[in-house]
């Protein structure tokens, strides 16, 4: 009885296997996406802090807690301007 091509598979033949992915796209089409996108997150959320570095509650608890730039953001009130 011959052999159909779906039931025999040669040992010496490629061996072929299905390439993850994620809806089409691989995890190097991803790595890649994901390092030419990363400098324009990083520049978009610099912006946003920029921008936002006048509302004193961001002040408090973002900006004072970076270890270059925090101290630039204490207000430091001198005792004889205190009304208390």
Known sequence: MPFSSTQFKSQYGPK?????????ATPKTLLRYG?????????AGAAV??????IPRV?????????????YFTKNIHPADSPF
């Open 16 to 24: 072929y296997h299905a390439q993850a992915h994620l809806k089409g």
């Open 49 to 54: 802090l920029f921008f936002a570095s006048g």
């Open 59 to 71: 002040q408090t608890d973002i900006l004072q807690k970076i270890p270059v730039i925090g101290p």
């Open 35 to 43: 390092v030419t996108i990363a400098p324009f997150g990083v520049a």
